[in-house]
Antibody, heavy 119, light 106 residues
Framework: EVQLLESGGTLVQPGGSLRLSCAAS????????MSWVRQTPGRGLEWVSG????????YYADSVKGRFTISRDNSKNTLFLQMKSLRAEDTALYYC????????????WGQGTLVTVSS | IQMTQSPSSLSASVGDRVTITCRAS??????LNWYQQKPGKVPKLLIS???SLQRGVPPRFIGSSSGTEFTLTISSLQPEDFATYYC?????????FGPGTKLEIK
């Protein structure tokens, strides 16, 4: 059974930094593109970033480009999202999502970790 | 690529046939997915690649397309279908979702 467990979400001040992690199990992590997707009540679902199976290609939403960095450690089955220069509008529930057979088709989701950016 | 959905909300009754429309701002081939999300739950992939039903999803969910317009049809609404539905293009990054359609009980 696929399991994705996010962690690292917390309250952080505007301009601050945070690192999210997603521990994966139940599948061959190194064979799948992985993504971060966030959700707020007012803005629905927003894809944030994706990374190829080997970690050699990364992709970002325009809203986070230059501020967020996605990475992965295939030896530890873990996905990361380094977040810098955080803004109030980054406040959201952040999900880790696994691809299905087609890239960026999200067949499995974690339960999410809440990031709140506020002073 | 911008994704729009209509309607933004919809009231219907059990047994009704409902259709949700999603439009892409440019061609995305068949790279269109549909998700269902219930309150307090994570999104669930219903349909991938326009019309491919995911394992365990009832056949009353039907996906189709015409050009850059995609539709999700629920042929006969069941009580468990009342939820919010999102479309999403997986054609090219940045990946984009539609704003969602909230399906409510009439």
């Amino acid at each position: 059974e696929v399991q994705l467990l996010e962690s690292g979400g917390t309250l952080v001040q505007p301009g601050g930094s945070l690192r999210l992690s997603c521990a994966a199990s139940g599948f061959t992590f190194s064979s799948y593109t992985m993504s971060w997707v966030r959700q707020t009540p007012g803005r629905g679902l927003e894809w944030v970033s994706g990374i190829s199976d080997r970690g050699d290609r990364t992709y970002y939403a325009d809203s986070v480009k230059g501020r967020f960095t996605i990475s992965r450690d295939n030896s530890k089955n873990t996905l990361f999202l380094q977040m810098k220069s955080l803004r109030a509008e980054d406040t959201a529930l952040y999900y880790c999502a696994k691809d299905e057979a087609i890239r960026f088709t999200f067949g499995s989701w974690g339960q999410g970790t809440l990031v709140t950016v506020s002073s | 690529i911008q994704m729009t959905q209509s309607p933004s909300s919809l009231s219907a009754s059990v047994g009704d046939r409902v259709t949700i429309t999603c439009r892409a701002s440019q061609g995305i081939s068949a790279y269109l997915n549909w998700y269902q999300q219930k309150p307090g739950k994570v999104p669930k992939l219903l349909i991938s690649a326009t019309s491919s039903l995911q394992r365990g999803v009832p056949p009353r969910f039907i996906g189709s397309s015409s050009g850059t317009e995609f539709t999700l049809t629920i042929s006969s609404l069941q009580p468990e279908d009342f939820a919010t539905y999102y479309c999403q293009q997986s054609y090219s990054p940045p990946v984009t979702f539609g704003p969602g359609t909230k399906l409510e009980i009439k």
